[in-house]
């Protein structure tokens, strides 16, 4: 049995993550701050004995004796992680060097989850791990992307330097159960609009393109990352290949949950990106043959199930 901590394991991933880590015989520390993150999304993980939770925050250190950490900690969606820039970098890199820091006294591995945003608003497409990416050091999104690409260095240098065993991976956009209904990313906020029979809020003309990743298929991917051999620390894209713009994504939406809200278009926030792909090349030849499994549609019907059950609930709250 291994003693894993999952840094941000209230969130939307950590929570699945902490699950699937539990029923493969495991011991789960949760370290959460709760900025986005909610005992909601593992209250069902209490009863069992070797879940554990912790309220920390990840800018400061953290001790613990543990043979792996997933280190997942960082708001994720725009809307959050500008809220406070300052904060958000601060979680990035100063996570980064408290948990490279633990796992360097424990002799831990330590899995980085990072983000296709490295990559930025690529001119390579789809985009493959070589591509140093497109960033602007200094708009909104930077505290997020410069954030996350400071916590690769910190990844390769306390591995290069100090012999720490560490594992990257590029995380594409994903989606699915235990996402906040104010989460603010596209697909929960069209899912939410379209079951609240509001309108659809179209940023931009709507031909911007993402890729849409399952969480389960992502979830499965992490652990394949974990399991590599000493040394090998990737970086890794983990993403679903099929790309659809976020017109098509809004009329999936409006089809399977039957809504008749309309569309609404609003300005392209600044840096949006244009496009997003990954290419999964890499990920299939080392995480034995990983490709993901659950395409849009099926994994949206899943989400759309989650989403009714919680604005049920939160309607239920406020009767
Ligand atoms: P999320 O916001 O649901 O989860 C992030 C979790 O980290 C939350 O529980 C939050 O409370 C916690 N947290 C934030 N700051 C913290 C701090 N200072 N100390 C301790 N805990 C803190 O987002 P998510 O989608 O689950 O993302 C999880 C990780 O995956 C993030 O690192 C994110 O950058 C990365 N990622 C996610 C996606 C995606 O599409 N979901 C894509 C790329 C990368
Ligand atoms: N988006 C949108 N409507 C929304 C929220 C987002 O059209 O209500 C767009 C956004 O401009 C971006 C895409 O959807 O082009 C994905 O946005 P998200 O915030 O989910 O993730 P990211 O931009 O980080 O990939």
Not at 237 to 244: L, M, V
Not at 275 to 295: C, G, S, V, Y
Request: hydrophobic fraction near 35%.
């Amino acid at each position: 049995m291994k003693r894993i901590l999952v840094t941000g394991g209230a969130g939307f991933i950590g929570s699945h993550l902490c699950e699937r880590l539990l029923k493969e015989g495991n011991e789960v520390i949760c370290l959460d701050n709760y900025f986005t993150g909610s005992k909601q999304n593992i209250v069902h993980l209490f009863d069992n004995p070797y879940f554990e939770i912790v309220r920390h925050d990840v800018t400061s250190p953290y001790f613990a004796e543990i043979d792996e950490i997933y280190n997942l900690a960082c708001p994720a969606s725009p809307v959050h992680y500008q809220y406070n820039p300052i904060k958000t970098i601060k979680t990035s890199v100063m996570g980064a060097i408290n948990m490279l820091g633990l796992a360097k006294r424990v002799k831990a591995t330590m899995l980085q989850a990072s983000t296709s945003e490295v990559y930025g608003d690529p001119e390579v497409h789809p985009q493959p791990e070589e591509y140093w990416g497109n960033v602007n050091p200094l708009g909104p999104r930077s505290c997020y992307d410069e954030g996350k690409r400071c916590a690769e260095t910190l990844c390769m240098d306390y591995h290069d330097q100090n012999n720490v065993d560490v594992k990257i991976i590029r995380i594409f956009n994903t989606y699915g159960p235990n996402m906040n209904l104010n989460d603010g990313r596209v697909v929960s906020n069209f899912i939410v609009q379209a079951l609240n029979g509001e309108n659809i809020t179209i940023f931009g003309n709507g031909e911007q393109t993402r890729s849409f990743q399952y969480v389960d298929d992502l979830i499965e991917g992490m652990i394949r990352m974990m399991k590599t051999k000493k040394g090998f620390m990737g970086p890794i894209n983990i993403g679903n290949q099929n790309e659809f713009t976020m017109l098509e994504l809004a009329q999936t939406i409006l089809d399977i949950t039957g809504s008749s809200s309309k569309l609404s278009f609003k300005p392209l926030p600044q840096d949006d990106p244009k496009q997003r792909q990954p290419d999964i090349t890499l990920a299939k030849k080392h995480l034995d043959n990983w490709e993901p499994k659950i395409q849009l549609r099926e994994g949206l019907i899943k989400t759309i199930e989650y989403f009714e059950s919680s604005l049920n609930m939160a309607n239920n709250k406020n009767l």
